[in-house]
């Protein structure tokens, strides 16, 4: 009970968002999305020098031994 103004006030709120279409600044976004020269610093781990590399172990790399029982 009660609930037939929520709803309506959701489907209202959720038509809104849907047709609504603010005017696109196309040189902004094209700004934000172009290559940036300098601008970020790539990746750079400063623990790196402090460990060494691990090996990655593949699963088909184990050499236990499965023996199956038999019954």
């Known amino acids: 009970m009660g609930r037939g103004r929520q709803k309506a006030k959701n489907t209202k709120v959720a038509r ?19 290559h940036k020269t300098d601008a970020e610093p790539d990746y750079e781990d400063k623990w790196a020098d402090l460990y060494e590399d691990e090996e990655e172990e593949s699963p ?7 023996e199956l029982e038999e019954d």
Request: aromatic share 12%; net charge negative; hydrophobic share 35%.
């Open 16 to 34: 809104e968002l849907k047709y609504f279409s603010p005017s696109t600044d196309y040189s902004a976004l094209q700004a934000e999305l172009s």
């Open 60 to 66: 088909l790399d184990d050499d236990r031994v499965v």
